[in-house]
């Protein structure tokens, strides 16, 4: 049980692994090979990928292997609602990545061979997922034989948890492996020609420099310039792809916020009144708080500074006893009560051997040799020498077993007890998750005086009738308010608050402002625009502390936007563009005067500005901002010649180039190296990017969740 225990506590770093690794996590079942030809019924298909159905229960098996996994690497039996959400969103990234790569693997006849896998595991080429598991954090090495121990007894364990963790992990190893290697073989497939690493060279050495007059798009009156309906039909014609969007909704809402009365607070101020007698009577301060409290308060001893800032004053001269309350803070009301004052020391430092089982030892005969040891150094063997020969933790062997000074919540918490609580010089077993400790204190700081307090709280909440009452008054809004005119004018009428949730996503889990707001959300695509939104055909929804009512205020379709929605968006883009070409025009005029750059500034009342060393890659220009189109004329043309005006994205240019320069020491081979080395670099995720988007993927998941 002790790699069980190992495993647990290390349960959270697995899951950042597992989570993390580019392209990790794979649950693969037996469900494998049937593909979506089981539940034909489109009624249970939660997606479709690659032209695949993907069936309900096959997301929903999934789903529950990776709770069940992490309720026994956490020890909990149950998971709040962030984390199941959390791990949704992780289960359906694993089946759009199986989905999406199983048929290129089959393609190619990629596979992982058993050698391999005995390789990961306890091989030469150990996986990650391996090394943090059966790594020892006091010497940083590998345990392989726990390891092996590990491999040969999780068979027997009744539960057969074990057995379930150890194929998730051994199947995340595979995944992992499988996809390293597809990525492998594009990357090494990806290559850079001298040409293209001379053409990059060239846009990154030629330097200009230049002169420039330039003219703002918003010195142009509106009304200077007309635009007609069928200026911006042709603009959002020409621009669609700009305009293309994903379904989303608006809703408008209201809340009703759930806020303890003034009787709610007299009835928390008298409970904590009437047990305050109790409290102080109380010779078990410590059991009485953990039974009593709502307040976690700790079994800690605390120097001055390190008491909460209304207590230290008041607790840390005060005599055992001595109870300072109710007062309020940080919405409950609290008693603090003085338990113990004790003169401890801050610190100690302290030497170990740690001894850990092997193979062929039980823990009575660890606790055998640690025994016959610990008799040994009390008749005066030399700790070094004993630590150099038994000793697992080779870090502290290096310094004869020393550990150095530490505080007490520095170390686990039975060897820090052990060791603040032994005399200097005194030799103890400890037992710990890492082994068995022989400890012996060889210092300790000067005692101080620290104090222990113990709280007992009472939360300031909301009382079933205060949930009634703001439940009724809602329930008398919506029904006053059924139509979107009736809303509005309602939010005025009573002087409510009116907010907006924007674009939003039938598959987002979160509103800002709004706990757990699925149901709503799913409730949002069930309604029409300006309906009041229903579940079961009830429009209040309770959200956290708070009732919401809401109506859908504007609906937007996958595909591409009208231009009904996007019509102050255009109106802004043809308004930049008429005034562009009236700037463009104006400069054209003053060219065929003169076409003199001080001449063409004293016309605009402005004057001629420098730009140097401006290369292809330049990102602004001083006094310009950025402005692509300026960088590209600039760095293409030859020199000492007035081009024609540039209509950039903010302002209109005219420009002389007056220096080119290239740099001659340039590499090609070296920046052939480079670029192909950046190419393989992106093929981790633009690789499967460029599959997930072919694969034409349509999520339905917000129909069951």
Known sequence: MATLEKIRNRAGVLVAVVIGMALLAFILGDFLNSGGALFSNTQFEIAEISGKSIPYQKYQKELNDIIEINKFSTGKSTLDEATVQDIQAQTWDQLVRQYVLEDEYAEIGLDISSQELWDMVQGENIHPIIQNLFT?????????????????????????????????????????????????????????????????????????????????????????????????????DNHKNEYKQEASRNMEYVTFDVIASEADKIAAEEWINNIKGDFANTETDKEFASINSEISSGNNYYKKDELPEELKDIMFDAEEGFMYGPYFNDEAYLLAKLSEIKFIPD???????????????????????????????????????????????????????????????????????????????????VATQFGLHIVQVTDKASNEKKVMISILGRKLEPSSETYQKTYAEASKFAGNNQTYEEFLQGIEKEGLTKKIASNVKEADQQLAGLEYPRELIRSIYDTDKHDIIKSQNNPIFELGNRFVIGFVSDVKEDGFATMEQVNSQL??????????????????????????????????????????????????????????????????????????PIKGDNNVFVIRVNNISTDENVNADLQQKQSIIQYQNRSNYEAFEALKETSNIVDKRSKFY
């Open 571 to 644: 109106m802004v883009q043809v308004k930049k563009l008429k005034k562009a070409e009236y700037l463009a025009d104006k400069f054209t005029e003053v060219l065929q005067e003169n076409n003199d750059l001080n001449f063409i500034a004293s016309k605009f009342n402005t004057e001629v500005y420098d730009a140097t060393d401006i290369s292809f890659r330049s990102y602004s220009i001083p006094n310009a901002g950025v402005e692509p189109k300026l960088v590209a004329v600039a760095t293409s043309v030859d020199a000492d010649q007035i081009t024609a």
């Open 347 to 429: 610190s100690v430092k302290a030497r170990h051997i740690l001894l850990q089982p092997t193979q062929n030892q039980d823990a009575n005969q660890v606790f055998a040799i640690a025994d016959s040891i610990k008799n040994l150094l009390e008749n005066g063997a030399n700790f070094t020498s004993l630590s150099a020969e038994f000793s697992t933790d080779k870090a502290a062997n290096e310094k004869g077993g020393d550990l150095g000074w530490f505080r007490a919540n520095q170390m686990e918490s039975p060897f820090s007890d052990t060791c603040f609580v032994a005399n200097t010089g005194e030799y103890k077993l």
């Open 136 to 236: 020892n954090p006091e010497t940083g090495e590998l345990n392989t034989m726990q390891v092996i121990r590990f491999l040969k007894t999780y068979d027997q364990d009744p539960t057969g948890q074990q057995k379930t963790y150890w194929l998730f992990v051994e199947d995340q190893m595979i995944q992992e492996r499988m996809f390293a290697k597809y990525t492998n073989l594009i990357s090494k497939g990806l290559y850079s020609t001298k040409a293209e690493a001379l053409n990059e060279l060239n846009n990154n050495s030629k330097k200009v420099d230049f002169e420039f007059v330039s003219q703002n798009i918003n010195t142009v009156a509106d009304s200077l310039i007309s635009i007609k309906n069928g200026d911006l039909k042709n603009y959002f």
